[in-house]
């Protein structure tokens, strides 16, 4: 429902725009009058995606549903890797407009960034955040752990100051972990 209330926004900023050029006796050229419309549009939709949409007040009245995660997160990552498993912590970072997100994870041994992702706002269980990363080893990496695809699944709890779930990567890494995500 966002995009159509924005476009009807668009549309009636478009009007006004030509009644006050009409007022002023200000004549535009064509090119100018036919894109008003999506011209108004494409702004009012940046301005939303990019900051409108975290005002509270939308939240609170149910408007938007998706919950602000952009910033900084400590992670505690328990993996199958190794004989044993390995639990080791790292860095998470969240940048995100309304449309978009995109996490980015930092170990002592590897990045990862998301090639993908989404947010499920309604999930029976709380906010939800899927996403593919693709994982690139550092140099200090072992000599097993190699470039590698992979999923995760975190479900937002504690206030949104929590994102916990699992992950598993790839058909030749074959791996499965958990991940605990908790904003500075």
């Known amino acids: 429902m966002v995009p159509f209330f ?10 006004a725009l030509s009644e006050a050029l009409a007022w002023l ?4 050229p064509w090119w100018f009058d036919a894109p008003a419309a999506m011209g108004c549009y494409s702004l009012i939709y940046v301005t939303f995606d990019q900051y409108l949409w975290r005002i509270p007040v939308l939240h609170s009245l149910g408007v938007i549903k998706t919950p602000w995660l952009a910033g900084r997160w400590s992670v505690e990552i328990e993996s199958s890797f190794g004989e044993r498993g ?11 407009t309304w449309a978009r997100i995109v996490i980015a994870l930092e170990t002592p041994y590897s990045r990862s960034h998301s090639t993908v992702a989404g947010i499920v706002p309604d999930a029976p269980s709380g906010p939800l955040v899927t996403y593919e990363y693709l994982n690139e080893p550092k140099s200090s990496a072992e000599s097993g752990m ?27 890494r074959q791996n499965h972990g958990s991940l605990r995500l908790e904003r500075r």
Do not use: C, F, P
């Open 6 to 15: 924005l476009a009807a926004l668009g549309i009636l900023a478009a009007l």
């Open 25 to 28: 006796n200000w004549t535009v």
């Open 86 to 96: 390995d639990k080791h912590s790292a860095d998470a970072e969240i940048r995100q």
């Open 146 to 172: 190699h470039m590698h695809r992979g999923v995760a699944r975190l479900r937002l709890t504690g206030d949104g100051r929590v994102l916990e779930g699992e992950y598993y990567s790839g058909r030749d």
